[in-house]
């Protein structure tokens, strides 16, 4: 079983900074099956990423994902305000089909 | 609009069994693949079934096999999600979300509905 570890846990940052979280994975695995979400308090999950740098639909310019093999890292450029929330990262097609990482925290500084 | 909307939530009893219901509209749900998540309280995301398009094929996490059915009908576009044998493990919000056939991510996800286990 492939298991994604991300950190940091929390990240503590001022709206308009960058902020970048890392997704590790366990053994190299294909970047294609790798997403990332935001959620935030009380909703669900939103896709942001997916195939590792390509944006959903929707998605703002300032989200931006890269890496290969095991080591993965989500990027957002800019803070804003609604971005404060939860980011998970998730691989398809391992067993179990899906795993996702423990979550990343970004709160307001 | 797409949508998904669960049901069937609720407090039962360890031992108990729970039947949950996925509800779509505004997309062609015959088409897609679906999946159940789910998410324990204060903790991430967890999945726990998928079930494709024509129920075909489909997966459990270990930790709900042999306990949970996924199952599909295509002609009332709804998602199920027969839960027996409830440990107080399985307390958590249940989402179902949809499999984008282009891009393999969970494109559309459903508000969550609640299941608590507890005597």
Request: net charge neutral.
């Amino acid at each position: 079983e492939i298991v994604l570890t991300q950190s940091p846990g929390t990240l503590s940052l001022s709206p308009g900074e960058r902020a970048t979280f890392s997704c590790r994975a366990s053994q190299s695995v294909s970047s294609s099956y790798l997403a990332w979400y935001q959620q935030k308090p009380g909703q669900a999950p939103r896709l942001l990423i997916y195939s590792a740098s390509s944006r959903a639909t929707g998605i703002p310019d300032r989200f931006s994902g890269s890496g290969s093999g095991t080591d993965f890292t989500l990027t957002i450029s800019g803070l804003e305000p609604e971005d404060f929330a939860v980011y998970y990262c998730q691989l398809y097609g391992s067993s179990p089909l899906y795993t996702f990482g423990q979550g990343t925290k970004v709160e307001i500084k | 609009e797409v949508q998904l909307v669960e049901s069937g939530g609720g407090l039962v009893q360890p031992g108990g069994s729970l039947r949950l219901s996925c509800a779509a509209s505004g997309f062609t749900f015959r088409t897609y693949n679906l999946n159940w998540v789910r998410q324990a309280p204060g903790m991430g995301l967890q999945w726990v079934s998928y079930i494709s398009s024509s129920s075909s094929t489909i997966y459990y996490a270990d930790s709900v096999k042999g306990r949970f059915t996924i199952s599909r009908d295509n002609v009332k576009n709804s998602l199920y999600l027969q839960m027996n044998s409830l440990r107080d493990e399985d307390t958590a919000v249940y989402y179902c979300a949809r499999r984008n056939y282009d891009t393999d991510g969970m494109d559309v996800w459903g508000q969550g509905t609640t299941v608590i286990v507890s005597s």
